[in-house]
């Protein structure tokens, strides 16, 4: 996941990234014991287990949505403004 985010040229964004080979639920639970205010967690995720990452965790999930399939290509979504547009 750190190499796309890199080859795509987004990988300043985020302070830290996270996936595979540990799970998205124990992800967001390490994530969350460095939290004071853990009730305002927010996953914006775009999978059933981003939802339950979300859940197991007891925070908020806003679903995300993008219709891949909609494009001829791929080289808008591989484009950096606009993906950071269409976040």
Do not use: M
Not at 28 to 45: D, M, P, S
Not at 58 to 85: A, G, H, M
Request: with cysteine.
């Amino acid at each position: 996941l750190r190499e796309i985010c890199k080859a795509i040229g987004i990988d300043e964004y985020f302070e830290k990234i996270l996936g595979f080979p540990i799970s998205k639920i124990e992800n967001i639970r390490n994530l969350l014991k460095n939290e004071t205010n853990q009730r305002n967690a927010i996953l914006v995720g775009d999978s059933r287990n981003d939802l339950e990452a979300a859940s197991a965790n007891q925070i908020y999930f806003v679903p995300y949505f993008l219709e891949l399939n909609k494009y001829d290509n791929y080289e808008k979504i591989r484009s950096r403004q606009w993906l950071l547009k269409n976040l």
